[in-house]
């Protein structure tokens, strides 16, 4: 077991009817005028938006809106909303809405306070130290970003999509109510669920074996898989709705991180290279990448994926034999939640793989180096094996 | 799934050399004059001790000490430390210990804040909204202190022994290296391993079954039942104790609460009077009531029971049947262990039951009814009730 420090600051109010909570957490904390930031509409359609503003009014906070942050969100809007939050000198920045909107929230925040282009920090030229208060009323269980320091933004001019990460960063407090999501299409909850297992996964095989932690990865995975399924049969079932918000939550909040050596990683960076080329969902490219990862590099840390296919699958056997099996098992999960598998089943030519892997490289270069971080832990991977590992999920 | 907030700011420093790191977190929270609370003088013996001080010193923190703090921590040194913090103007409380420093450290903390005696919090008097920082060095995993606002003082010239929660008793930051627990008894590591378990159960058992939550009680009790006969075999098993230690703090840091209706503590609360009446240890009396409360009460919550014997032990079967395998399993292991599992294997004699009762009951009218809480919730517990648990407990 490693040695770790946990700190997670953030406040979580969960739960059936929590949303006109908002109002008083940011009173308490001494707001008085905010940045309200959310997406394409449909927080006014399923009456969140209301209930948020009729929570800020009572409380009497002022507030001014950006909205139109778009899935896999982009620099742009991130610009447009730091500007706005500097000309309106907002104490806060509120994000209601998903991992994109949240994410975009934590951009402008520190943008906020950064007299550069906020862009800096996700290309090694600046180490975010301090943002605004950040609150959030969160959509779509997926990202686990509520209970985080991490945000992902894409550079839509340089198809660039890169990730940050600071102490700053984490919400003051989310409201997370599981009703909301009810209304999600199908989905946006399996894409949700994959890519909370992938965060998971991503410590789990990062050469690392605690036993508490192990357990507690296997059972949260266990209980999306179950949970997705009843989802997938009864969208409005909320025994399933908060048991796959809180796994969400918990898969990135450092709970999974106990003991570990800091996690993979891998997948999710050539996966942000599949987002940001090709603008599918996140938890799509992962479906894709994470099963061929698995099986071009098993052999780096035969043991956990021994322990993966018993524990998640309930497979028997051992060696080589078992791991497949238990990889098998992982993809045809994923295909019977209607998951895409591989490039094709996501309308991506092969021809495109070099093309791919330029981008990941780009990553590599621009995001990763100057942290001094490379791609993957139990493997570290080159050019060559990405693009192996690409070809593998290719069909 | 039940509403939760869920918000925890302790930070943890955790793992194999991590106590030199004291002063500098003191320091880094602007304290300049501390008191230094510890117990019977095992710190020096340790090492811990000049860890510690040679930490301080670096950083150029003043500290006054007190020692003697005693496991089933008293009143009367809680004072007597209260005291010294407000003559020497100390602007934090350090406590380096096990669980019974630890609380003793916060009671002092609530303490030197307060007008008033702090045992006032302890009868429904006063409730703790403000306390100096408090910060600990974790030398015996068990109680979970490290990570929450619980504090149980016991009043040795009332025989009272009851707890206080307060926001403002969190540590700010708890430090645990576990490896100064390779010369911990075997009776405390065992005790600190029972007392883990039990915090869970309590939870677990509540009338409650939130999947998550079931998942994560599950995995981190198979793990601790795991650690701990792994350290019965061999002490300085460092693996086995950073998990056990873990484990124990996750037991009672939120964690296990999430979606349920807030744990039943029948079991701790009739523990508590073994303690302040026969100053036997805290996990020894719990491995005593537990089984007995759990033959007594399972009828109002069968399938949680049934559940129990398939998910911590493997069992098959089902009803009444299964669950009665289940609980003598559980009283089996913590025979195994060493625990004992009835009032006469601590030599408290079957003649005192009424005389423990009538302390149960002054809990319950003076520590319980001022919050409005009862004993219990699956079966809110009444005199006769906690009579026949303990007949049930007697041999």
Redesign the interface.
Known sequence: ??????????????????IPKIGEEIKNAGIRKMLFLYGGGSIKKNGVYDQVVDSLKKHGIEWVEVSGVKPNPVLSKVHEAVEVAKKEKVEAVLGVGGGSVVDSAKAVAAGALYEGDIWDAFIGKYQIEKALPIFDVLTISATGTEMNGNAVITNEKTKEKYGVSSKALYPKVSIIDPSVQFTLPKEQTVYGAVDAISHILEYYFDGSS???SN??A???I??IM??TERLIEKPDD??AR??LA??AT?ALNG?MA??RRGGEWACHRIEHSLSALYDIAHGAGLAIVFPAWMKYVYRNNPKQFERFAKRIFGLEGEGEELILKGIEAFKNWLKKVGAPVSLKDAGIPEEDIDKIVDNVMLLVEKNLKPKGASLGRIKVLEREDVCEILKLAAK
Not at 8 to 16: L, Q, S, Y
């Open positions: 077991m490693k040695n770790f420090v946990f700190h997670n600051p953030t406040k979580i109010v969960f739960g059936r009817g929590t605690p036993e508490i357990e507690i296997e059972g949260t266990r209980t179950k949970m909320y025994e908060a048991n809180w796994s918990i709970t106990v003991g």
